[in-house]
């Protein structure tokens, strides 16, 4: 099933803010998850009335297949700037598949403190899914073959673009 | 039936790493590769909750047959971060001292299920000899950290010298680096040699006493002086080595305080470095014999900072070695 056109995913950054704002807690904080979520997270930061400091995560430390792959490569700093006890928070992925990084994403981040909720905004959801996790904001639902691999990417006009990669 | 064996016993058929043994025939990239990790290991030992979960049910055996506290610590810190179990063997005063040789002690550890071995040892290639023997045994899922071996190599305190070098210097490229003290003994200054040079430092200056220089090939690459206030001048890097006090009675030395006197970092010498120049050192150090307090304890100096990034050095290690 080809995807042809893909989505404009500048355009689903909007859709998605806006999907946000209208069920938008007071104090709420965004976490970007590494590469893409911190990408769309830093435009949902711009795009809605919340205070600008974003947390970025990331999940190589808490990952489940460390045992089987090993350290990711490159991997990058965590980084939450603010206090998250009994704040709500907004995850931010840019795309949800087994739920597995989400689950490692949650792990780190209860290492930080107790936040009062969090959930889970995304691009896209591609079904797949392996853990009981569930994106509450999501713009864009899209079934693809397992061999498959939906990449966002900014471009050299740093505009944020899909891209589909085939594995064997 | 050497012959048989890998060239570079630290890194497997792969490429990628399997020990950590010395610095010496790691590719650049791997170098590279452990300071950025240690860079995203660093935040979490400022966590309300300091551990991540990589190493969870991995069992880490310190095996210190000469004594560090300061070592041993801070391995036995970054393993358990990692969430791994750690177990502190006091070797020097178990059963080698019932005759045991090493490699029975090994085989001893690796029945009880040791994932991982952190080895400091007075005769340099003890880590190699145990690395050799896991490899013989097929068990490459069991890695050894070299901690100091004789004379030889402390790779993980020079790639914790490299990551201090990068975080106040940014690039290894225009810079100048002294090397001051007892480098014949240094394992230290061997392995801060090698990482340099793997990383393209501009110049690297060894700075001391005839007697405490080696000898020509083992610094190739390198400039000798016996000046300190020669030696010093406009480096970015001044790495302080600790004198030992042993070295005195060997009579390699006259006196310790002839030796701060020719030696000794003061403020008076630090000026004529590079007015933004940072001091290191391995520590522990000697007040008033390699160092001057005011030095120590000055704007200059970086030396604790060291020990913060030695934690997320050695996590960094110990994580991108059990994943392989």
Known sequence: MPIDPFPDAEAQCTELAGLIRSRLKPGTLLVGIHSGGAWIARRLAELLPLPGEIGLIDVSFYRDDYGEKGLHPHVKPTSIPFDIENRPLILVDDVLYTGRTTRAAINELFDYGRPASVSLAVLADRGGRELPVYAEFCVWRVELDPREELILEPGADEKLRWRLEKHA | ?324
């Open chain 2, 1 to 324: 039936m050497r012959n048989s064996l890998p060239p570079n016993p630290q890194i497997d058929a792969n490429g990628a790493l399997t020990h950590l043994l010395s610095i010496d025939g790691l590719p650049r990239e791997i170098v590279l590769n452990i300071l950025d990790t240690a860079s995203s290991f660093l935040e979490v030992s400022d966590r309300d909750v300091k551990k991540v979960p990589l190493l969870r049910g991995k069992s880490v055996f310190n095996l210190f047959f000469e004594n560090s506290t300061r070592t041993r610590t801070t391995f036995e810190i970054a393993a358990k971060r990692l969430s791994a179990d750690v177990i502190n063997l006091d070797v020097a005063r178990s059963s080698t001292s019932k005759g045991e040789t090493l490699l029975d002690t090994i085989d001893n550890l690796v029945s009880m299920h040791a994932d991982m071995f952190v080895v400091r040892h007075v005769s340099s290639g003890a880590p190699y000899l145990i690395a050799d023997h896991l490899n013989r045994l097929g068990r490459s899922d069991i890695h050894v950290i070299n901690a100091g071996d004789g004379r030889h190599a402390h790779p993980t305190q020079g790639l914790l010298d490299m990551f201090t070098i990068r975080h106040y210097k940014k690039d290894f490229s225009g810079l100048r680096i002294a090397i001051v003290g007892d480098i014949l003994h240094s394992r230290v200054a061997r392995s801060d040699i090698r990482a340099l040079s793997a990383l393209g430092a501009t110049e690297i200056r060894l700075i001391g006493p005839k007697t405490l220089l080696p000898a020509e090939m083992d610094i190739a690459g390198t400039r000798v002086f016996n000046s300190l206030r020669e030696g010093i001048r406009d480096c970015d890097v001044v790495i302080m080595l600790r004198l030992q006090s042993e070295r005195m009675n060997g009579a390699l030395l006259p006196s310790a305080r002839e030796y701060f006197n020719c030696y000794g970092l003061t403020p008076e010498v630090l000026a004529l470095a590079s007015p933004d120049a940072i001091v290191m050192h391995p520590g522990p150090m000697n007040r008033g014999v390699e160092i001057d307090s005011e030095v120590a304890d000055g704007p200059q100096a970086v030396i604790l900072n060291q020990v913060t990034f030695g934690i997320a050095i050695r996590m960094a290690v110990m994580s991108l070695l059990a994943g392989n």
